[in-house]
T-cell receptor, first 114, second 110 residues
Framework: KAGVTQTPRYLIKTRGQQVTLSCSPI?????VSWYQQTPGQGLQFLFE???????NKGNFPGRFSGRQFSNSRSEMNVSTLELGDSALYLC?????????????FGPGTRLLVL | SQQGEEDPQALSIQEGENATMNCSYK?????LQWYRQNSGRGLVHLIL?????REKHSGRLRVTLDTSKKSSSLLITASRAADTASYFC??????????FGKGTRLSVIA
């Protein structure tokens, strides 16, 4: 099976712009989670989608949003970018409702905000 | 705040030596998982240990879990240069997302 894919891999934006990141999960996986990784804060959970519904949400401002499509592909959007949004954004898919859930990560999108 | 905290933050060893990393967490968990991340890339699942298990092995990896101390350790035996990476523990409770620690950066010197 193909792994989790994320596009684009690298992105440079300026403050105030918005950005959309895409994630295609492993075939058959219906849950997609997003994480933000920075040197200072480590890996922080953004949100999780399952069957097109947001199942969990982390402690991020409303500028961060996401959605999931009927084919389980997911997108996350960050509006009004700030310098602090520079990070590696990781997407992971899993196969709920099996417990425990192992997450399969994509390679990430590295976002630089100037 | 994050659930898991790894210790040490960084570890440097010679090839062939064993590497031990520790993880402590704060609340009751269902499972604890360990992941590896090569520089700037996605995480790879290594091993999962359930809350009712005390020890688990997978190849050169050995994980222990002490729920009374809310801690886990990951031992990599006979380390190789290819083991150089960051290692994260992640905890979960039912219907809650995985919570990751900040990781241990392991350098294995050939």
């Amino acid at each position: 099976k193909a792994g989790v894919t994320q596009t684009p891999r690298y992105l440079i934006k300026t403050r105030g712009q918005q950005v959309t990141l895409s994630c295609s999960p492993i075939s058959g996986h219906r849950s997609v989670s997003w994480y933000q990784q920075t040197p200072g804060q480590g890996l922080q959970f953004l949100f999780e989608y399952f069957s097109e519904t947001q199942r969990n949400k982390g402690n991020f401002p409303g500028r961060f949003s996401g959605r999931q499509f009927s084919n389980s592909r997911s997108e996350m959007n960050v509006s009004t970018l700030e310098l602090g949004d520079s990070a590696l954004y990781l997407c992971a898919s899993s196969l709920p409702p099996a417990q425990p859930e192992t997450q399969y990560f994509g390679p990430g999108t590295r976002l630089l905000v100037l | 705040s994050q659930q898991g905290e790894e210790d040490p933050q960084a570890l440097s060893i010679q090839e062939g030596e064993n590497a031990t990393m520790n993880c402590s967490y704060k609340t009751s968990i269902n499972n604890l998982q360990w992941y590896r991340q090569n520089s700037g890339r996605g995480l790879v699942h290594l091993i999962l240990i359930r809350s009712n298990e005390r020890e688990k092995h997978s190849g050169r990896l050995r994980v222990t879990l002490d729920t009374s101390k809310k801690s886990s350790s990951l031992l990599i035996t006979a380390s190789r240069a290819a083991d150089t990476a960051s290692y994260f523990c992640a905890t979960d409770a039912r219907n809650t997302p995985l919570v990751f620690g900040k990781g241990t950066r392991l350098s294995v010197i050939a």
